[in-house]
């Protein structure tokens, strides 16, 4: 008895299972490949397995962690002065800080304490701060024009070279 799918000797009783809608008599090994068919005597056994295809399409992976590290770098550091910068443009827009709370959907103690340099402001808080004042919160020129580069920030180049007059 030859297994119909490797043509190996099949030792013991073969496998019949369905792959690629054939119905093939393999070894033991090869029964994997295929869907096994049940025998009518076995009334309500095991349930049906799910189809298995043989060399189907990859299973997709897992969508990968974004290299943030990586990212982070390229944006660069927060400013040291990122409260100056962040009142210096507020009173430049004639914005009271409740108004540029309003801007961002935050309260105003927040964009108060920001502007203390009592709250460092996180990634998302400090994109928010530089799209509706149009500043720059980050440190080094260098890596403001990097990170303008197609990575979806907010930061066009425009607005840099604006910002840089
Ligand atoms: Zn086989």
């Known amino acids: ?51 298995r295809k043989m060399g189907g399409p990859p299973v997709p992976q897992p969508v990968q962690r974004r290299r943030r590290d990586l990212f982070d770098r390229m944006e660069g550091d927060l400013a040291e002065d990122y409260a100056d910068r962040i009142r210096r443009a507020r009173v430049a827009k004639g914005w009271t800080e409740k108004q540029l709370a ?24 400090r994109k928010k701060l530089e799209e509706v004042l149009g500043i720059s919160l980050i440190e080094s020129a260098e890596s403001e024009v990097k990170s303008s580069k197609g990575k979806g920030m907010t930061t066009t180049l425009g607005d840099i070279i604006s910002i840089k007059k």
């Open 1 to 51: 008895m030859q297994c119909e799918l490797c043509g190996g000797e099949i030792r013991g009783a073969p496998r019949t299972v369905h792959i690629e809608g054939a119905e093939l008599r393999v070894c033991v090994p090869c029964s994997k490949y295929g869907t096994e068919v049940q025998k009518p005597r076995a009334s309500t056994g095991s349930p049906p397995q799910p189809p």
């Open 102 to 125: 309003l801007e961002i959907m935050q309260k105003e103690l927040l964009i108060k304490k920001v502007e203390k340099g009592d709250l460092v402001p996180e990634e998302e808080l």
